[in-house]
């Protein structure tokens, strides 16, 4: 007797789609997840007919010390409050505030791997907090009236003394200081980089100003604390800003240059009216002249002005070191300014790469998403490690060695990095997703037209991530999390946000949707969302509402579970149809019973003495009987048989047909489409594309009938790799070795301290920067 344990039996039910018995619905639609739609968010994905949001305009007059390193604002801040609400405060977000000695960022931060301390990070551990945060040193009002305002940690409480009343607009200002960060002690995408041989400084300077926080429909204030990981949520708004830096410094910025003619040289504006007609980039300051600028100590300052319309952030870089390369590029009739600024040490990668990567984003990312709105996309080196992206403007960090060498990693890093960043322009900054709350809305979309702009730089562009096999490990690794998970707790942002969410999208376009039917929805969410906030919901919502395909089951799978695809072909029969032709069924049936293989001991009786080998008499009809013999009783009542059939029913019985039942196994909990290749014995091959609804009554284990008249040799599950199936060995009917070549190792002792005396010094191979993107 076999005993099923209660739970197992629990277990074993809990397979099927949604019973009296079993909760799982793996197709069960997302209403129960979503936002309910309303006036500001409709059920389609559209922003709703009475959708608003609040806007912030500044002016600002900033100033950079180049002795201590110390940045010194003052703004002025018209907030509109287009909301139906009336306000009593304003929060204002005061992301340097995470330099602070006892911030939450300091003090949350857990131990590190002591097993593993780099150098760095070990110095670092020993150095004296730096003095960092906002000293912010008046907030007041238009008429100049002290306004009261409350710190809270990376947030700034202001209290209104009248309520701000639905429509109405509120004029004040802030003034502030504060020290910038070494960013080779504190790295983070803002900071300062020394260059010890000359003694300059490059600064690239973001999260500068104190920021109005979003205030919209779905969070009201969106205040939740900056701990470093989330990035920020952002109002539009028009700036003007005059920054104030060494004479001698070349300003890169968010926004146009209003004052040209103050602060760049005759022969810089010569250099880019020819730039105008060049179809290459065109060099505005030279290397040349960078280096002549280096050798110089400033004796005043200068003020470069821009201004900057619908923007929801605004960053700027500053260096005596830079060289400026430009090209005017062109689309749907508007004009933007591709740039790059960089210091000699990025040569000779930069002047060769960066400005034609910058014009080949806004040539693609237009082709997905919409036309670039603004009139300068600039990419600058410095700083950062891997990348760091704000309107018009970001910056990127590879370079080559010092010998002027550069590995593939740090040349296609570069490229690749340069896309990222300047295609952070389409998302977030004018597809203004809340990136505090959800990483992968901009770093999985953007990773995603990153790919794509990748691949049409170069045939075999080595793309790190993109293909649906990348992510396998990851997704049965123990720390994957749902993509919808906060920004801030994500365990593996990269592999997370971006990476994931990134091979979903791939997966859409390629598997689910088909190419055509994934662009047409996806043009439709960027349109619909162009200069507005979007939500997860109305992602999800809109790329069905354009696309006509349900896709709940693969929102719900992909971004809400951890589950992973492991698809199984377990097994496969064949069925053949029983003619009842006597002439073909019995002689088929004599041929299946010969071939019965031969037990044990029928093989050892064969040479058995039997008693009617002595006794003969005790044979009678059934010792002569065949009954595989066809009669003529038997032709004749299959005649009967075929006559009393109507003519459709007597084509099923056309002989030959081979019915094969595949049956299929869901190990991994994801449910995909099955792609199947059959190739046959004769040669030819079929290639199955069955929809993932395949699953929808039974999301563990489904059975597929495949009818032919072929006989088939090998069925491969997902021959091109398309659905991320973890686990190819169960891919094959009949089953195959999975080939891996296995690496081997002579076994290396560690050289003795007598062993290591004998030998000569050798020099220390020069290291490669990493990079990463953000
Ligand atoms: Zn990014």
Redesign the pocket.
């Given at each position: 007797m076999v005993k099923f344990s209660v739970a197992l039996l629990g277990a074993a039910l809990s397979i099927y789609a949604q019973s009296k018995n079993s909760p799982i619905d793996k197709f069960r639609q997302l209403e129960e997840i979503l936002p309910t739609p309303n006036e500001y968010r409709t059920a389609s994905g559209a922003p709703g007919h009475k959708y608003w949001q609040q806007r912030a305009d500044y002016k600002i007059k900033v100033e950079i010390d180049d002795v201590n390193q110390k940045l010194t604002g003052a703004e002025t801040i018209t907030y509109h409050n287009n909301s139906p609400d009336t306000l009593m405060y304003l929060w204002m977000q005061l992301d340097q505030n995470i330099w602070e000695p006892g911030s939450d960022a300091m003090t949350t931060r857990t131990a590190p791997d002591f097993k593993q301390v780099p150098f760095r990070m070990a110095a670092g551990l020993l150095r004296d907090p730096f003095p960092g945060g906002y000293k912010i040193t008046s907030v007041t009002d238009a008429a100049g009236g002290k306004m009261p305002h409350t710190v809270v940690k990376t947030m700034m409480r202001i209290d209104l003394k009248d309520p701000l009343l639905p429509g109405a607009k509120f004029v004040f200002n802030i003034a502030w200081n504060y020290n910038i960060t070494n960013s080779k002690w504190l790295p983070g995408r803002t900071g300062y980089e020394r260059f010890d041989k000359d003694g300059n400084y490059l600064y690239c300077l973001a999260q500068w100003f104190p920021r109005l926080a979003a205030y919209y429909d779905v969070y009201g204030w969106q205040h939740k604390q900056f701990l470093g990981q989330g990035e920020f949520t952002l109002e539009f708004g028009d700036y003007h800003v005059e920054i104030t830096v060494p004479e001698d410094h070349v300003v890169a910025s968010t926004g146009v240059l209003q004052n040209p003619a103050q602060v760049l040289k005759p022969v810089w504006r010569e250099r880019l009216k020819q730039a105008e007609k060049s179809t290459k980039p065109v060099m505005i300051v030279t290397e040349a002249d960078a280096i002549e600028n280096e050798k110089h100590k400033p004796t005043g300052t200068k003020t470069w002005v821009f201004d900057a319309q619908n923007v929801r952030d605004f960053a700027f870089a500053t260096s005596r070191k830079f060289i400026w390369d430009a090209q005017l590029h062109t689309a749907g009739g508007h004009n933007t300014w591709a740039m790059s600024y960089y210091p000699k040490e990025g040569n000779p990668l930069w002047e060769r790469y960066s400005t034609q990567a910058v014009v080949h984003t806004l040539n693609t990312y237009s082709k997905y998403s919409f036309l670039y709105p603004y009139a300068t996309a600039i990419s600058v080196n410095g700083v950062v490690n891997g990348g760091m992206?704000y309107p018009m403007l970001c910056f990127n960090g590879p370079r080559p060695l010092e010998d002027k060498t550069y590995s593939s990693r740090t040349k296609y890093g570069l490229i690749s990095v340069v896309i990222?960043e300047v295609g952070?322009n389409y998302f977030p900054m004018v597809v203004n997703s809340d990136e505090r709350q959800w990483t992968w809305m901009?770093?999985g979309i953007?990773s995603f037209l990153q790919y794509l702009s990748e691949q049409e730089w170069e045939p075999d562009y080595p793309s790190r991530r993109g293909e649906p096999r990348t992510i396998t490990e990851y997704m049965t690794s123990d720390i994957q999390d749902p993509i919808m998970t906060n920004s801030e707790t994500i365990l593996n942002l990269g592999s997370n946000a971006y990476h994931k969410a990134e091979v979903g999208l791939n997966i859409l376009r390629e598997t689910i949707l088909g190419r055509e039917l994934f662009d047409f929805a996806f043009h439709e969410y960027a349109r619909r969302w162009k200069f507005k906030r979007p939500t997860p919901s109305d992602f999800f919502r809109t790329m069905e509402d354009a696309s006509g395909v349900d896709l709940d089951w693969f929102w719900r799978g992909w971004f809400y579970t951890t589950d992973h695809t492991d698809i199984s072909l377990e097994n496969v029969r064949l069925y053949t149809l029983d003619t009842k032709n006597p002439d073909l069924e019995k002689p088929a049936a004599k041929q299946r019973k010969a071939e019965e293989p031969e037990s044990v001991a029928e093989q050892r009786n064969k040479n058995l003495h039997r008693r009617i080998e002595d006794y003969p008499e005790l044979a009678d009809f059934y010792n002569k009987f065949d009954e595989y013999a066809v009669t003529e009783k038997d032709r004749a009542e299959y005649k009967k048989f075929v006559d009393g059939l109507e003519s459709d029913e007597k084509s099923a019985l056309t002989p030959g047909f081979n019915f094969y039942v595949m049956d299929f196994k869901n190990i991994g909990g994801l449910v995909m489409p099955l792609i199947l290749k059959i190739e046959y014995t004769d040669g030819s091959s079929d290639l199955l594309r069955i929809p993932a609804e395949i699953w929808r009554k039974n999301n563990v284990q489904i059975s597929k009938l495949h009818v032919t008249r072929k006989e088939i040799k090998q069925i491969t599950v997902d021959p091109f790799l398309e659905t991320a199936d973890t686990n190819l060995t169960n891919n094959f009917f009949p089953r195959k070795p999975v080939k891996s070549p296995f690496q081997l190792f002579k076994e290396q002792r560690e050289k003795n301290p007598m062993q290591k005396d004998k030998e000569p010094a050798a020099p220390k191979p020069a290291t490669e920067p990493t990079s990463g993107?953000?």
């Open positions: 992206e990222h952070h901009d770093e953007n993107q953000q």
